[in-house]
Protein backbone atom coordinates (compact mmCIF):
# COMPACT_ATOMS: atom_id res chain seq x y z
CA UNK A 1 0.00 0.00 0.00
CA UNK A 2 1.22 3.46 -1.19
CA UNK A 3 1.52 6.20 1.94
CA UNK A 4 1.22 9.30 1.17
CA UNK A 5 2.66 11.88 3.90
CA UNK A 6 2.02 16.27 3.89
CA UNK A 7 4.21 18.08 5.56
CA UNK A 8 2.98 21.72 6.03
CA UNK A 9 4.06 24.81 7.12
CA UNK A 10 4.44 28.42 6.12
CA UNK A 11 8.30 27.82 5.15
CA UNK A 12 8.83 31.74 5.36
CA UNK A 13 11.39 30.70 3.85
CA UNK A 14 12.57 27.28 3.99
CA UNK A 15 15.92 26.13 6.24
CA UNK A 16 18.02 23.35 6.40
CA UNK A 17 16.04 22.35 9.70
CA UNK A 18 13.32 22.07 7.10
CA UNK A 19 15.36 20.25 4.56
CA UNK A 20 16.53 17.24 7.10
CA UNK A 21 12.88 16.48 7.74
CA UNK A 22 12.02 16.78 3.88
CA UNK A 23 15.11 13.79 3.66
CA UNK A 24 13.67 11.56 6.78
CA UNK A 25 10.47 11.89 5.13
CA UNK A 26 11.38 10.92 1.99
CA UNK A 27 13.26 7.76 2.92
CA UNK A 28 9.98 6.66 4.92
CA UNK A 29 7.62 6.91 2.99
CA UNK A 30 6.33 6.68 -0.76
CA UNK A 31 5.55 9.99 -1.60
CA UNK A 32 5.58 13.44 0.32
CA UNK A 33 3.97 16.12 -0.45
CA UNK A 34 5.50 19.61 1.17
CA UNK A 35 2.32 22.44 1.37
CA UNK A 36 3.00 25.46 1.67
CA UNK A 37 0.51 27.72 3.58
CA UNK A 38 -1.00 31.15 2.40
CA UNK A 39 -0.55 31.40 6.10
CA UNK A 40 -1.94 35.64 6.06
CA UNK A 41 -1.90 35.70 9.73
CA UNK A 42 1.86 35.05 9.58
CA UNK A 43 2.63 38.19 7.60
CA UNK A 44 5.41 35.98 5.72
CA UNK A 45 8.23 38.06 4.11
CA UNK A 46 8.07 36.04 0.77
CA UNK A 47 5.05 35.42 -1.22
CA UNK A 48 3.07 32.29 -2.19
CA UNK A 49 5.09 31.97 -5.22
CA UNK A 50 8.72 32.52 -3.69
CA UNK A 51 8.24 30.08 -0.84
CA UNK A 52 7.07 27.41 -3.10
CA UNK A 53 9.33 28.17 -5.16
CA UNK A 54 12.23 28.06 -3.17
CA UNK A 55 11.22 24.76 -1.81
CA UNK A 56 11.11 23.15 -4.69
CA UNK A 57 14.69 24.24 -5.68
CA UNK A 58 15.86 22.93 -2.34
CA UNK A 59 14.03 19.80 -2.52
CA UNK A 60 14.79 19.00 -6.24
CA UNK A 61 17.11 16.26 -5.29
CA UNK A 62 14.06 13.72 -3.88
CA UNK A 63 12.29 12.29 -6.60
CA UNK A 64 8.89 11.19 -4.63
CA UNK A 65 8.80 14.37 -2.91
CA UNK A 66 6.41 17.10 -4.39
CA UNK A 67 5.67 20.78 -3.81
CA UNK A 68 2.31 22.27 -3.53
CA UNK A 69 0.77 25.95 -2.20
CA UNK A 70 -2.67 25.92 -0.52
CA UNK A 71 -4.62 28.62 0.96
CA UNK A 72 -7.31 26.09 2.72
CA UNK A 73 -7.78 23.74 5.37
CA UNK A 74 -4.88 21.54 6.12
CA UNK A 75 -7.39 18.62 6.75
CA UNK A 76 -8.83 19.40 2.89
CA UNK A 77 -5.61 19.75 1.20
CA UNK A 78 -4.39 16.50 2.41
CA UNK A 79 -7.57 14.92 1.34
CA UNK A 80 -7.20 16.07 -2.21
CA UNK A 81 -3.95 15.11 -2.62
CA UNK A 82 -4.69 11.50 -0.85
CA UNK A 83 -2.43 11.86 2.04
CA UNK A 84 -2.88 9.75 5.12
CA UNK A 85 -0.25 10.99 7.40
CA UNK A 86 0.61 14.45 8.27
CA UNK A 87 4.16 15.32 9.25
CA UNK A 88 5.27 17.90 11.50
CA UNK A 89 9.07 18.75 13.32
CA UNK A 90 9.38 19.01 16.98
CA UNK A 91 12.69 20.63 17.74
CA UNK A 92 12.10 21.16 21.33
CA UNK A 93 9.48 21.29 24.29
CA UNK A 94 8.78 24.31 23.56
CA UNK A 95 7.02 22.69 19.82
CA UNK A 96 5.38 20.56 21.88
CA UNK A 97 1.72 22.51 23.09
CA UNK A 98 0.74 24.03 19.79
CA UNK A 99 1.54 20.83 18.08
CA UNK A 100 -0.33 18.73 20.25
CA UNK A 101 -3.68 21.01 19.75
CA UNK A 102 -3.09 20.89 16.40
CA UNK A 103 -2.75 17.41 15.65
CA UNK A 104 -5.98 17.46 18.09
CA UNK A 105 -8.07 19.39 15.76
CA UNK A 106 -6.93 18.54 12.75
CA UNK A 107 -8.17 14.88 14.45
CA UNK A 108 -11.38 16.01 14.98
CA UNK A 109 -11.66 17.54 11.53
CA UNK A 110 -10.53 14.52 9.45
CA UNK A 111 -10.03 11.10 11.91
CA UNK A 112 -8.81 9.18 8.54
CA UNK A 113 -5.50 10.85 8.80
CA UNK A 114 -2.46 10.68 11.59
CA UNK A 115 -0.11 13.14 12.83
CA UNK A 116 3.35 12.05 12.89
CA UNK A 117 6.34 13.64 14.55
CA UNK A 118 9.69 13.13 13.24
CA UNK A 119 12.85 15.40 15.18
CA UNK A 120 15.40 16.75 13.04
CA UNK A 121 19.02 16.88 13.45
CA UNK A 122 20.47 18.05 16.71
CA UNK A 123 22.69 20.78 15.24
CA UNK A 124 19.55 22.26 13.61
CA UNK A 125 17.52 22.35 16.80
CA UNK A 126 17.86 26.33 17.39
CA UNK A 127 16.92 27.34 13.71
CA UNK A 128 13.75 29.46 12.55
CA UNK A 129 12.60 31.24 10.14
CA UNK A 130 12.25 33.99 12.19
CA UNK A 131 15.97 34.23 13.19
CA UNK A 132 16.74 33.58 9.96
CA UNK A 133 15.18 36.90 8.68
CA UNK A 134 16.49 38.75 11.37
CA UNK A 135 20.19 37.65 11.00
CA UNK A 136 19.42 38.46 7.25
CA UNK A 137 17.90 41.74 7.17
CA UNK A 138 21.24 43.05 9.35
CA UNK A 139 23.44 41.24 6.85
CA UNK A 140 24.47 38.02 8.91
CA UNK A 141 25.64 35.25 7.37
CA UNK A 142 23.06 32.51 7.22
CA UNK A 143 24.86 30.47 4.87
CA UNK A 144 24.86 27.23 7.23
CA UNK A 145 21.25 27.40 8.35
CA UNK A 146 19.68 27.80 4.41
CA UNK A 147 20.01 26.19 1.03
CA UNK A 148 21.81 28.25 -1.30
CA UNK A 149 18.70 29.55 -3.63
CA UNK A 150 17.26 31.00 -0.18
CA UNK A 151 20.65 33.13 0.37
CA UNK A 152 20.27 34.05 -3.25
CA UNK A 153 16.47 35.22 -2.76
CA UNK A 154 17.98 37.30 0.41
CA UNK A 155 19.89 39.41 -1.26
CA UNK A 156 17.57 40.16 -4.59
CA UNK A 157 14.88 40.99 -1.87
CA UNK A 158 17.07 43.44 0.23
CA UNK A 159 19.04 44.73 -2.79
CA UNK A 160 15.93 45.13 -4.33
CA UNK A 161 14.28 46.87 -1.14
N1 LIG B 1 13.75 23.03 11.44
C1 LIG B 1 13.84 24.34 11.65
N2 LIG B 1 12.79 25.12 11.92
C2 LIG B 1 11.61 24.54 11.99
C3 LIG B 1 11.43 23.19 11.79
C4 LIG B 1 12.57 22.41 11.49
N3 LIG B 1 12.50 21.10 11.29
N4 LIG B 1 10.13 22.90 11.93
C5 LIG B 1 9.52 24.04 12.23
N5 LIG B 1 10.41 25.05 12.25
C6 LIG B 1 10.14 26.44 12.59
C7 LIG B 1 9.80 27.27 11.41
O1 LIG B 1 10.96 27.84 10.87
C8 LIG B 1 8.87 28.29 12.00
O2 LIG B 1 9.60 29.33 12.58
P1 LIG B 1 8.95 30.78 12.81
O3 LIG B 1 7.79 30.61 13.74
O4 LIG B 1 10.09 31.52 13.37
O5 LIG B 1 8.51 31.28 11.46
C9 LIG B 1 8.15 27.52 13.10
O6 LIG B 1 8.99 26.45 13.42
C10 LIG B 1 6.86 26.90 12.69
O7 LIG B 1 6.72 27.03 11.33
P2 LIG B 1 6.24 25.96 10.31
O8 LIG B 1 6.81 24.61 10.56
O9 LIG B 1 6.44 26.53 8.96
O10 LIG B 1 4.75 25.79 10.66
P3 LIG B 1 3.69 26.85 10.94
O11 LIG B 1 3.40 26.75 12.39
O12 LIG B 1 4.01 28.17 10.40
O13 LIG B 1 2.55 26.21 10.06
C11 LIG B 1 0.39 25.38 9.51
C12 LIG B 1 1.30 26.00 10.57
C13 LIG B 1 0.55 26.06 8.16
C14 LIG B 1 0.73 23.92 9.37
C15 LIG B 1 -1.03 25.55 10.06
O14 LIG B 1 -1.25 26.91 10.34
C16 LIG B 1 -2.07 25.08 9.08
O15 LIG B 1 -2.29 23.90 8.95
N6 LIG B 1 -2.73 26.03 8.36
C17 LIG B 1 -3.75 25.71 7.38
C18 LIG B 1 -5.14 26.13 7.88
C19 LIG B 1 -5.63 25.10 8.86
O16 LIG B 1 -5.90 23.96 8.55
N7 LIG B 1 -5.80 25.57 10.13
C20 LIG B 1 -6.23 24.71 11.21
C21 LIG B 1 -5.06 23.96 11.82
S1 LIG B 1 -5.58 23.01 13.21
Redesign the pocket.
Known sequence: MQIIAIY?????PI????L??IARASRLFQKVIV?V?V?A??SPLFTLEERVHLVKQAAINFPNVTVVG?D??????ARQHGATVIL??L?AVS?FE?EF??AG??RN?APELETLFLT?SEK??F???????AIAQLHGDISAFVPSCVQQQFKQKFTAN
Open positions: PGTFDTNGHDLAANGKFTLLVDCRGRDYQMMNLPYTISSSVIK
